[in-house]
T-cell receptor
């Protein structure tokens, strides 16, 4: 079994200030972890992924995330927010369980607002 | 452009009507998925397929059916539309051979049942 908890449903930051979107996960097997972004009325786009290589993962548009196994966390950060970062962000965990196809579980999403 | 194409983008149905949401991908991906997205609920898996001729239920399959006669196409069928099926539906695909299971999403189909 696996699950994902996004700790904040809404985050509001001022343009130029840091962004932190929090994600905790649980998984019975070695997981892969992802962050996806969804702009209004669009599909989801991959920001970055962790697949058991380096624990600090860099993604597109200046975002990065750090896999911390001891804390079962995969928080998303960006040093300086831009107006175009306003969107909804989803944390996703993926793992194989024996006898079934790889399953993905989505968090409930964090809506990021960037204030001018 | 390569990717996942969903049609229609918007549809309004009356209770009890039926319809099919179309999904096609041109990336030769074996794995395809249908999700529904409700406000504040993230994405819930309806059905998935690991290849032509093979489909399986996800987390919320009731009220839906799928088929996978070709690698490219994965239509989602609603037989008797209900207001609870008002949602945004996303089709996605991936190549399991890539190892990372990165999903490519369609742009979504917004369905309203009145």
């Amino acid at each position: 079994a696996q699950s994902v908890t996004q700790l904040d449903s809404h985050v509001s930051v001022s343009e130029g200030t840091p962004v932190l979107l929090r994600c905790n996960y649980s998984s019975s097997y070695s997981p892969s972890l992802f962050w996806y972004v969804q702009h209004p009325n669009k599909g989801l786009q991959l920001l970055l992924k962790y697949t058991s290589a380096a624990t600090l993962v860099k993604g597109i548009n200046g975002f990065e995330a750090e896999f911390k196994k001891s804390e079962t966390s995969f928080h998303l950060t960006k040093p300086s927010a831009h107006m175009s970062d306003a969107a909804e962000y989803f944390c996703v965990v993926s793992s194989f369980s024996p006898g079934s196809a790889r399953q993905l579980t989505f968090g409930s999403g964090t809506q990021l607002t960037v204030l001018p | 452009n390569a990717g996942v194409t969903q049609t229609p983008k918007f549809r309004i149905l009356k209770i009890g009507q039926s319809m099919t949401l179309q999904c096609t991908q041109d990336m030769n991906h074996n794995y395809m998925y249908w999700y529904r997205q409700d406000p504040g609920m993230g994405l819930k898996l309806i059905y998935y397929s690991v290849g032509a001729g093979i489909t399986d239920k996800g987390e919320v399959p009731n009220g839906y059916n799928v088929s996978r006669s070709t690698t490219e196409d994965f239509p989602l069928r609603l037989e008797l539309a209900a207001p609870s099926q008002t949602s945004v539906y996303f089709c996605a695909s991936t190549d399991p051979g890539s190892g990372a299971n990165v999903l490519t999403f369609g742009a979504g189909s917004r369905l309203t049942v009145l």
